[in-house]
C-alpha cells in the first residue's frame, strides 16, 4: 500500500459540501469520454485530439491509478455528493523525498463550467496537502486560459509571475510550448479567495456602441488599431507591431484584468459585434485614479464611437468599482481625441508642455482631462 506523509494514497476520499474527490473506477471511461468529445475541453489540455475511448479507458484504468499506487500523485475524480455524477478531474502532484512543492491541476466538463466545482475541488485538494506536511502548492495554466488563472484566485492562490514556455499547448493548439500563468499557495496564507485586480465588466451598450472585455481572439482589432497611419501619427514610436505581439496581448488580457494593473476592454460596433477600436485603463499614483487611453480604427471614426464608449465605461467604472477619478490625456493637436473626452464630460484641466513624444523624436505638450465620481 502507497503512502505519503504517512497517508494512505490508493483508497482515499475526500469530501467538500458539494462534491466527492474519489479514485478513479473502471465504469468512468464513457462519462470521460463524453466530456472529453467537447472541443471545448482542448483548447488548453494538452491531450489528444480527437479523444478516443483508448485514450478515456487508458486515462482512468492506467494513468489515474498509477500516481496512487506508486504514492506520487494524487489523482480524483470530481464527483457530485448528490448522484454521484461525474463532472471533472483533479491531480495532486506529489512532491519528491526531501522536496516540500507540490502542483495541482484540474479540469471540469463544459456542462459544468460556471457552477464553482473546480475552485470548490481545488480548495478541498490545497487544504489536505497543507495540512499533511506540503509547504506549498501551485497551479500552473495558460496564459490565455483566463478561466483556470480566475479558479486559482478563488481559492486563494496567489499570482507570482508568468514561466515561459513552461507548458504543452493544448490539444487544438497543434502542441509546442506555451506560457504559464504561475499561482501558488503555502501553509502561512489565508484560507480565502483572492479579489481579482478589476471585476470583469459584462458587455455594455448603448445599441450603438457596445464594449466588452479584450480576449484571446481580438488580436486582429489590436494590431490593426496600433498600426494603422493616423493611430502612428500620434503614437511615441515610429514603430508598427507584429501579429505576434498583437497574438500575445490579446491572450494575456483575461490574465491582466484578475492580476494587473491594467485593463483591455474592446469597443464593438453594436449592430455587427465588429471590433472597432481599444480602451485601456490603467490603475497608477494616487489609490482609485484610473487613466485611460483609447484608439479606433479608421472605418469606425467621426461616428461618435469613442465618446460612447467613454461614457459607457465611466457609468461602469463609478458603479462597479472603488474608482473616484479618471482621467486622459491627448497631445495638444490631437483635436479629435479632445473633442471626444470633452463630449463624454471630461473637464479639460489643463497643459503640461513637452510631455508626450513624437515618432520623430520631438515631443508635444499634454492636454489633462478628468472626470470625477458624481456626488451622492
Known amino acids: 500500500m502507497a503512502q505519503w506523509s504517512e497517508v494512505e494514497l490508493e483508497g482515499l476520499v475526500l469530501h467538500s459540501g458539494r462534491l466527492t474527490l474519489r479514485p478513479w473506477q473502471p465504469q468512468d471511461v464513457p462519462a470521460v469520454l463524453a466530456i472529453m468529445a467537447d472541443e471545448r475541453m482542448h483548447r488548453h489540455l494538452a491531450l489528444p485530439w480527437p479523444y478516443t475511448a483508448e485514450d478515456a479507458r487508458g486515462f482512468v484504468t492506467e494513468h489515474a491509478q498509477a500516481g496512487r499506487a506508486a504514492g506520487t500523485r494524487l489523482?480524483?475524480?470530481?464527483?457530485?455528493?448528490?448522484?454521484?455524477?461525474?463532472v471533472g478531474s483533479i491531480t495532486l502532484q506529489l512532491p519528491a523525498p526531501g522536496h516540500v512543492s507540490a502542483e495541482i491541476g484540474y479540469?471540469?466538463?463544459?456542462?459544468?463550467?460556471?457552477?464553482?466545482?473546480?475552485?470548490?475541488?481545488v480548495r478541498t485538494l490545497a487544504r489536505f496537502g497543507l495540512a499533511n506536511g506540503l509547504g506549498r502548492i501551485q497551479i500552473r495554466c495558460e496564459v490565455p486560459n483566463a478561466a483556470s488563472a480566475a479558479v486559482a484566485l478563488r481559492a486563494g492562490f496567489r499570482f507570482e509571475g508568468v514561466s515561459r514556455d513552461s507548458l504543452r499547448a493544448g490539444g487544438l493548439s497543434g502542441?509546442?510550448?506555451?506560457?504559464?500563468?504561475?499561482?501558488?499557495?503555502?501553509?502561512?496564507?489565508?484560507?480565502?479567495?483572492?479579489?481579482?485586480?478589476?471585476?470583469?465588466?459584462?458587455?455594455?451598450?448603448?445599441?450603438?456602441?457596445?464594449?466588452?472585455?479584450?480576449?484571446?481572439?481580438?488580436?486582429?482589432?489590436?494590431?490593426?488599431?496600433?498600426?494603422?497611419?493616423?493611430?502612428?501619427?500620434?503614437?511615441?514610436?515610429?514603430?508598427?507591431?507584429?501579429?505576434?505581439?498583437?497574438?500575445?496581448?490579446?491572450?494575456?488580457?483575461?490574465?491582466?484584468?484578475?492580476?494587473?494593473?491594467?485593463?483591455?476592454?474592446?469597443?464593438?460596433d453594436a449592430a455587427s459585434g465588429v471590433g472597432a477600436g481599444v480602451l485601456g485603463l490603467r490603475q497608477f499614483g494616487p489609490p482609485d485614479v484610473v487613466a485611460i487611453g483609447y484608439g479606433v480604427l479608421p472605418s469606425f471614426r467621426?461616428?461618435?464611437?469613442?465618446?460612447?464608449?467613454?461614457?459607457?465605461?465611466?457609468?461602469?467604472?463609478?458603479?462597479?468599482?472603488?474608482?473616484?477619478?479618471?482621467?486622459?490625456?491627448?497631445?495638444?493637436?490631437?483635436?479629435?481625441?479632445?473633442?471626444?473626452?470633452?463630449?463624454?464630460?471630461?473637464?479639460?484641466?489643463?497643459?503640461?508642455?513637452?510631455?508626450?513624444?513624437?515618432?520623430?523624436?520631438?515631443?508635444?505638450?499634454?492636454?489633462?482631462?478628468?472626470?470625477?465620481?458624481?456626488?451622492?
Open 107 to 121: 479540469w471540469v466538463g463544459v456542462a459544468d463550467w460556471g457552477q464553482g466545482y473546480a475552485t470548490e475541488a
Open 302 to 376: 467621426g461616428r461618435g464611437f469613442t465618446t460612447r464608449a467613454l461614457r459607457l465605461l465611466a457609468d461602469w467604472a463609478f458603479d462597479a468599482t472603488p474608482t473616484v477619478r479618471l482621467e486622459l490625456g491627448c497631445k495638444a493637436a490631437n483635436v479629435a481625441s479632445a473633442r471626444a473626452a470633452l463630449s463624454a464630460g471630461f473637464v479639460e484641466e489643463g497643459r503640461r508642455a513637452s510631455r508626450l513624444r513624437n515618432p520623430d523624436g520631438s515631443h508635444s505638450d499634454e492636454i489633462i482631462f478628468g472626470l470625477v465620481r458624481p456626488a451622492g
Open 175 to 268: 502542441g509546442g510550448l506555451r506560457d504559464g500563468a504561475v499561482f501558488a499557495r503555502i501553509v502561512t496564507d489565508p484560507d480565502e479567495a483572492i479579489a481579482p485586480s478589476w471585476p470583469r465588466l459584462e458587455a455594455l451598450s448603448d445599441g450603438v456602441v457596445t464594449l466588452r472585455q479584450t480576449g484571446p481572439r481580438d488580436w486582429p482589432v489590436l494590431l490593426a488599431e496600433v498600426n494603422n497611419e493616423e493611430a502612428r501619427q500620434w503614437a511615441f514610436h515610429d514603430q508598427s507591431i507584429t501579429e505576434a505581439n498583437a497574438v500575445s496581448v490579446a491572450d494575456r488580457a483575461g490574465l491582466d484584468r484578475l492580476v494587473s494593473r491594467q485593463n483591455s476592454l474592446l469597443i464593438c
Open 75 to 86: 489523482d480524483c475524480a470530481i464527483a457530485e455528493n448528490a448522484g454521484g455524477r461525474l
